[in-house]
């Protein structure tokens, strides 16, 4: 879920009088969002007053839950925010396949921001299992990129 989703569900949520809690799972995060009023604006003598009150809204997200696996996965994600590019030339090869060997410090991709285009270098060595995004695809930072079978 990316943030701009996130922002929409609090805005709607803010906006609404009769929605007072949200609470929803997709892709193994899970978010929730609740509406509270603030106690400090209710006076303590009883009376009531006629300013409105300020609604308070928190979110949570959970990461996905761990699951167990017999070999020791790494998701990669996106260290910054930009456009994925699998290839340094649209007519290149990509830096790496479902399949490749990599190691600390192998070149995964590029990403480009604000007109740069940086190298997203490994942080395991490993052998590419996934590739979670598509060329040319915009991305969010610590969105998933690519899932890398680590070397024991």
Not at 61 to 90: D, L, N
């Amino acid at each position: 879920m990316h943030i701009k989703e996130i922002r929409e569900l609090i805005e709607l949520i803010e906006e609404s009088s009769v929605v007072e809690e949200f609470e929803m799972e997709r892709a193994g995060v899970r978010i929730r969002i609740r509406k509270t009023l603030s106690t400090s604006a209710v006076p303590a003598s009883g009376e009531l007053s006629a300013t409105p009150l300020a609604p308070e809204t928190s979110v949570l997200a959970s990461p996905p839950s761990p699951v167990t696996k017999a070999e020791p996965h790494f998701v990669f994600e996106a260290p910054i925010v930009g456009t994925f590019y699998a290839a340094s030339q649209p007519d290149a090869e990509p830096f790496v396949k479902i399949g490749d060997q990599v190691k600390s410090g192998s070149v995964l991709c590029v990403i480009e921001a604000m007109k740069i285009f940086n190298q997203i270098e490994s942080d395991v060595d490993g052998e590419i299992i996934k590739i979670l995004v598509e060329n040319g695809q915009p991305i969010e930072y610590g969105q998933p990129l690519f899932e890398i079978k680590v070397k024991a």
